[in-house]
């Protein structure tokens, strides 16, 4: 049970009000209880975060208790905000919709105490944490699943989903694109060994995210291959600055943690843009590819293309 819990009291009874609200403190002296005598006025009240329980009077004078528990299910903060359904009657079809449509619990008023009442709450915040915990969870996994382990920044999986929502909808945003990999990476890894060439990569991640905007997103697509894309796009030098930023970062030596150099620097760069609803991210992928190969033909360094 929480330590001093916030409970919405959604009950047009004065004498319910009464009784329902001394249980509660009786049993939870420093229960924080707000009484609402309509689901219009409880809806009026309700922020994220106000309420830690809802006890909800099936029978309202501007609605059901039920109708109040489907509209938060369908709303993600308040999914899974605790709520439990108290019922003139012990009708055995509204308990089993007031379960389908996710109360913790449901309670026929003749049948309520304040052990029973106490008991429901207790059930319903154990419920609750169970869920958070679950979703909580679930977000971690997909975390996990779009981001590179070896170096932090998300992978090729959440590029591909990046690159399918950019493209959905009919007003799509004007973005710039920068493809890269390293030049003479592969020599790390032979001479030096994959220990090494792990930390090259760790640290041309860290670099990349220090130097673009908070609004950029870096992938790292597989071996030494990044993406950058740059939402909104900067304009005209801006651009340049910051490409022009990446390439020295990438020139920069990598020394290993005794300061021994494992990697010399050098990078190929290449850079595509769209205006807002311009060609597809897929195509400003291959022109960006197709750039930084030029670029790395013509000795590294930075080649734009733009739509």
Known sequence: MLASPRIALVEDSAAD???????????????????????????????????DCIVLDNRLPDGTGLEVLQELRGIDIY????????????DETTAVKAMKWGASDYLPKAQVNE????????????????????????????????????TGVFNRRAFDDAVAELDAGENRPALA???????????????RGHAAGDEVLRVISARLRAIVRGS????RLGGDEFAIVLLPPPRGEDLRDLVQRVVVGLNEA?????GSEIFAGGGSVGVAWREANGVPVSTLVEQADAAMYAAKKAGGGAEFVSD
């Open 79 to 90: 999914s899974t905000l605790p709520a439990i359904v108290l019922t003139g009657s012990g």
């Open 216 to 219: 950029d997103v870096v992938y």
């Open 254 to 258: 990598v020394c290993d943690r005794a």
């Open 177 to 191: 694109l920068v493809y890269l990999d390293l030049d003479g990476f592969k020599e790390v890894n032979d001479i």
């Open 115 to 150: 052990t029973a009442l106490i008991s429901a709450l207790d059930g319903a915040f154990a419920a609750a944490r169970r869920e958070d915990a679950k979703r909580e969870n679930n977000a971690k996994l997909q975390e996990q699943a779009l981001t590179d382990g070896l």
């Open 17 to 51: 009000q009464y009784l329902f609200r001394k249980m509660i403190q009786q049993a939870l002296p420093d229960a924080q209880v707000q009484v609402f005598p309509s689901a219009g006025e409880f809806r009026q009240a309700l922020q994220p975060g106000s309420f």
